[in-house]
């Protein structure tokens, strides 16, 4: 079971760090995501991570702005939310995946998915 947390209201140019608890299960064996669904759009990449945490994968539109670790000790994912703009206002989603690759970027490839938080930017 994975669970996100952290998400809430912020202005233009703030920072806000998500977090995505795994309740069980070898986390240290999954690679992970986040992606992200805004009203009436499909579901959208953002980064990925291996199984070690030392991979990280951004999509474009993140990059440099979204940082994704991942601690196998504490069995918690985080995002890192820099310089958010009111378009990335949208239900953030942890996933996971089970070969453990970190570079995945289609939602189908991933097997376990948190219920989201909400990230809302105003200007």
């Known amino acids: 079971q994975l669970v996100e947390s952290g998400g809430g209201l912020v202005m233009t140019g703030e920072s806000l760090s998500l977090s995505c608890a795994a309740s069980?299960?070898?986390?240290?064996?999954?690679?992970m995501g986040w992606f992200r669904q805004a009203p009436g759009k499909g579901r959208e990449f953002l980064a990925a991570?291996?199984?070690?945490?030392?991979?990280?994968y951004y999509a474009d539109s993140v990059k440099g702005r979204f940082f994704i670790s991942k601690d196998n000790v504490k069995n918690r994912m985080y995002l890192q939310m820099n310089n958010l703009k009111p378009e990335d206002t949208a239900l953030y989603y942890c996933?996971?995946?089970?070969?453990?690759?970190?570079?995945?970027?289609?939602?189908?490839?991933?097997?376990?998915w948190g219920q989201g938080t909400q990230v809302t930017v105003s200007s």
């Open positions: 069980e299960g070898e986390f240290d064996s999954l690679g």
């Open positions: 991570i291996d199984r070690t945490g030392d991979k990280p």
């Open positions: 996933a996971a995946e089970a070969q453990g690759m970190g570079y995945l970027s289609s939602d189908w490839l991933y097997d376990y």
